[in-house]
C-alpha cells in the first residue's frame, strides 16, 4: 500500500491486488435516452420540439484472479475494456481516500500484455476536487458581475487559481501514472 496527497484533495491509500487470471469475461450495455417531440397547434398553427435520441455503451469486465498464495478475488470493472485471458497476470490497482472504507478502481496492468489500463474519471478525482474548482470560479464570475472594477483584480486572480490547481492536479496525475507504470508488483 502506497499513500499519495494530492495538493488540492484528500489524501488517499494505493491498494493492489496481483494474481493469475483464472478467468474473465466481457459485456457490454448500451443506454439509451431521448426526449422532445411534443409540441402543440391552435387554430392550424402551432409546431413541435426536435426528437434527440443519444446512446453510450458501457462496457462491463470480470476478472477472477490467483494470488501466488492461493487466494483468489473477483474484480467487476466499468468501462477499463481490459484485454486479458486466462493465465495472463494482472493487477489491479484502488484508490480509498482517507477516512472512508470504500474506494474507486483507478488502473488495471496486464504484466503478460505489458499493457495498461486507466479508469481516466476515477483518477482525475482522486487528484482535483472538480467541486472546489467550480465554486472558485462561480466565485471569480460574481466578483466580476458584482464588484466592478476591483471583481476584474478579484475575479482574475480566482480564475488564475483555478488554472494553477488544474495544472498542478495535471502534472500529480501524469505522475501517478509513470509511478504506476514503474511500480513493483508481487
Known sequence: MKTF??????????????????????????????????GATYQGTGGSAPISISSTTVIHDQLFLTNSEGKERSFQL????????????????????KGKSKG???????????????????VDKMFLNLWMQALIVLGGVLAIFVISYLGYIIGGGLFFLV????????????????GIREMPFD
Open 104 to 122: 474507486s478502481y483507478l488502473a488495471v496492468k496486464n504484466h503478460s500484455t505489458d499493457q495498461l489500463f486507466f479508469d481516466e474519471n476515477e
Open 78 to 97: 466499468q468501462d477499463f475494456n481490459l484485454a486479458c485471458r486466462k493465465g495472463n497476470q494482472v493487477s489491479v490497482l484502488w484508490g480509498i481516500k
Open 163 to 178: 488554472w494553477r490547481r488544474w495544472q498542478t492536479a495535471k502534472k500529480e496525475v501524469a505522475d501517478f501514472k509513470q
Open 5 to 38: 496527497n494530492p495538493s488540492s484533495t484528500a489524501a488517499f491509500d494505493l491498494h493492489h491486488f496481483s494474481g493469475i487470471v483464472e478467468e474473465s469475461g466481457k459485456n457490454m450495455e448500451t443506454r439509451v435516452s431521448g426526449g422532445g417531440g411534443g
